[in-house]
């Protein structure tokens, strides 16, 4: 009987952009089709190749990226996103082609790829496999892309940003500063566009998937759906869909937990700036002393790596321990998901990736907000002045603004209203789940996966 069951599945191949934020809402959606019934084969680059280990229903397959050392020790996403999706055609078909001859019994229903890695659609029409597109990220982000992409290229925006134009409004795209459009930091305006191009055109895919929930998101989908020819399932946040196993490319310290369940209801700040930005010594200094003088609890994730010229902690200012106590507990990485839903959990400093956004949102968690670069921005600035769940950091890194936006936050009455609109928030994403338009969309996906 196992053996039939096995012969009737039908796979679904899924292809991840090699970043957290990425790889997570990836195998989350793997997830939750596996539990519909379908096999689920990952194809992805040995470049931040994620743990097979965790996911032993999985089919996880390597193809080689043709990254040179020099660029991945460069740290620059958009010059590697480029490389990726120039060298990966080949040998993701030679993949698809190999699976096709080895696994005769289970027939490639449909190609699920993240827009930034949009190689596999040309594959797919060469084998004539239907194809999906999963963005990660959030529809503001993807309209204030589109803005900053015809601006750019009509000349409209000068690269560095000049301060001048920085606080100025970008047209039609209230509450947005050109400051808050998605730019990146790390490479060219030219190379940036160059990719966005290519993540936000559809060609030939069947539907988009969009890990946003549309009660917190409608107004940006319905514009996205009018000018899209394809249909447009919103499937956020789709870490609240299926149980997945932990799909971190880090170590996950649980310890911390412990430490939490010692703590009062609300009283902790969590402090986590993401799984790629990096700071400066100062940075960290003012930081340290901030949190140390707010007098709040703390939980504060320093990842390996993250401050420049340092290991781990060994630049933590002298006196800082003494200061605290046992008020802050400071971890390499920790299991995010669990920490915000824990009870002890009052606020959440962030760098406002989608993912930390979503989580944030989801279990009803204010935030305290820190962009650094690309999504991050708009993410900021919607939270602090649509969403109504955060307070932004508009500033360089200091210890006094800190203190103010943490005591703000978790103890005065502006935290406090900021904290009943997060969990209204809260209520109507896990209202979606029950008979919603969140409901509705997991059914559609299903019924288009079978239909092919």
Known sequence: MEKKTQRSQRTLVLVPAPYQGHINPMLQLGAFLHSKGFSITVVHTHFNSPNPSNHHNFTFLSIP???????????????????????????FQQCLTQVMKQEARNDITCIIHDELMYFPEPVANNLNIPSLILRPNSATNFIA???LLRLHSKGYIPFPLPDSL???????????????LPI?????????????????????SSAIIWNTP??????????????CQVPILSMGPLHKIATAASSSLLEEDTSCIAWLDKQSHNSVIYVSLGSLASIAEKDLDEMAWGLANSEQPFLWVIRPGSVCGSDWIDLLP??????????????????????????AVGGFWSHCGWNSTLESISEGVPMICKPFSYDQKVHARYLSQVWKTGLQLENEIERGEIER???KLMVDIEGK?????ALELKEKIEASFKSGSLYGSLNDLVDLIRSF
């Open 65 to 91: 990226d043709g990254l040179t050392a020099g660029q991945i020790s460069s740290g620059n996403l958009i010059g590697i996103l480029l490389a990726i999706n120039a060298n990966c055609k080949e040998s």
């Open 145 to 147: 892309r589109s803005a």
């Open 166 to 180: 920085s606080l100025k409004p970008v047209p039609e795209l209230h509450p947005l500063r050109f400051k808050d």
């Open 184 to 204: 990146s930091t790390f490479d060219t305006l030219e190379n940036y566009s160059k990719l966005m191009v290519n993540a936000q055109n559809v060609r030939t």
């Open 214 to 227: 549309d009660c917190l998101e409608q107004s940006s989908l319905e514009q996205i759906q009018q000018q």
């Open 318 to 343: 002298q006196g800082l321990k003494e200061a605290i106590g046992e008020r802050g507990c400071i971890v390499k990485w920790a299991p995010q998901k669990e920490i915000l839903s824990h009870d």
């Open 405 to 407: 936006a943490v005591r």
């Open 417 to 421: 209203e900021m904290r009943v609109r």
